[in-house]
Nanobody
């Protein structure tokens, strides 16, 4: 079992930045693929970014590529999402997720989820 806890959300003006963090409870966290998803009101949960266990492979949704950066620190059992040049359409609840291996863009492929953190971008 892996418990995930997100933090770092908040209210920011368009063009601003936020850094989300996700802390994992399990010591073997470093073997897990981690990802960030988001869900806006009335919309389905969508893939934002993913990173493999070693951190050597990353993937981004087209809508955030060039603006968001995913990273991880396995010594701290943590994964991060640096979000720059934020837009109002980035407003959503952001979730951290984990699965055993391989970056997947489908939410149902992930085994563990955090409770989410709200990101609101004002225009």
């Amino acid at each position: 079992q892996v418990q995930l806890t997100e933090s770092g959300g908040g209210l920011v003006q368009a063009g601003g930045s936020l850094r989300l963090s996700c802390a994992a409870s399990r010591r073997t966290y470093s073997t897990y693929t981690m990802a960030w998803f988001r869900q806006a009101p009335g919309k389905e949960r969508e893939f934002v970014s993913g990173i493999n266990g070693s951190g050597g492979l990353t993937s981004y949704a087209g809508s955030v590529k060039g603006r968001f950066t995913i990273s991880r620190d396995n010594a701290k059992n943590a994964v991060y999402l640096q979000m720059d040049s934020l837009k109002p359409e980035d407003t959503a609840i952001y979730y951290c997720a984990a699965r055993s291996i391989g970056i997947q863009v489908v939410p149902t492929r992930y085994d563990y989820w955090g409770q989410g953190t709200q990101v609101t971008v004002s225009s």
